[in-house]
Nanobody
Framework: QVQLVESGGGLVQAGGSLKLSCAASGRTFVSNTMGWFRQAPGKEREFVAGITWNGGVTNYPDSVKGRFTISRDNAKNTVYLQMNMLKPEDTAVYYC????????????????WGQGTQVTVSS
């Protein structure tokens, strides 16, 4: 069992940066692949980043590649999402999620979810 709590969301101007954190509880965190997803009003939840248990592999969709960076600190049971060059279309609720196995860009593959943190990018 893994409990996840996101933080770090807020309001930022276009071109700005935010760093999200996801704190996990539970001894199995280090063995989980972690993902970040986002959901904008009226849209489906979409994958924005994934990282394997040891940080050796990361994955991003083209929409955020080069702007977002996922990382993790297993000693702190925390995964991060550094978001740079933010755009208004990045506005959404951001969620972290955990699963066993490879990075999969589909939310149904993840077993554990946080409550989400709002990111709003103004133009």
């Amino acid at each position: 069992q893994v409990q996840l709590v996101e933080s770090g969301g807020g309001l930022v101007q276009a071109g700005g940066s935010l760093k999200l954190s996801c704190a996990a509880s539970g001894r199995t965190f280090v063995s989980n692949t972690m993902g970040w997803f986002r959901q904008a009003p009226g849209k489906e939840r979409e994958f924005v980043a994934g990282i394997t248990w040891n940080g050796g592999v990361t994955n991003y969709p083209d929409s955020v590649k080069g702007r977002f960076t996922i990382s993790r600190d297993n000693a702190k049971n925390t995964v991060y999402l550094q978001m740079n060059m933010l755009k208004p279309e990045d506005t959404a609720v951001y969620y972290c999620a955990a699963r066993r196995g490879a990075i999969v860009p589909h939310d149904v593959a993840y077993n554990f979810w946080g409550q989400g943190t709002q990111v709003t990018v103004s133009s």
